[in-house]
């Protein structure tokens, strides 16, 4: 079975910085790019950052460059569990969300074509609040 859990959502200041952890297990994961989304309320899901560590692929968003680092667990080849991590600094209010990772091996061709409702797995968000 699948599962997508993500930890380390918090209350902070404006400047501040949150790390972010979505820990997988249940599927090959050097198979799947792994991403981070976010959404607030009455806002439409939008993409944050993405990694796929087997091709060494990385994706920001323009909002986010500079500020986010997204890293992978380097895990051995074939193993089925592994953590991706998001590293936030210098938090605007603007990055209040709920943030969730999703796993998918065509993630960033889905992520081309705004495809975001068709990513395979989906963890259940963890919450992010940055006060000014």
């Known amino acids: 079975e699948v599962h997508l859990v993500e930890s380390g959502g918090d209350l902070v200041q404006a400047g501040g910085s949150l790390k972010l952890s979505c820990a997988t297990s249940?599927?090959?994961?050097?198979?799947?790019?792994i991403g981070w989304f976010r959404q607030a309320p009455g806002k439409e899901r939008e993409v944050v950052a993405c990694i796929s560590s087997w091709q060494g692929q990385t994706y920001y968003a323009d909002s986010v460059k500079g500020r986010f680092t997204i890293s992978a667990d380097d895990t051995p080849s074939g193993a089925t569990r592994g953590t991706v991590y998001l590293q936030m600094n210098s938090l605007k209010p603007e990055d209040s969300a709920t943030y969730y990772c999703?796993?998918?091996?065509?993630?960033?061709?889905?992520?081309?074509?705004?495809?975001?409702?068709?990513?395979?797995?989906w963890g259940e968000g963890t919450l992010v609040t940055v006060s000014s």
């Open positions: 249940g599927f090959t994961f050097d198979d799947y790019a």
């Open positions: 999703a796993a998918d091996n065509e993630l960033f061709l889905k992520i081309a074509v705004g495809r975001y409702d068709k990513m395979d797995y």
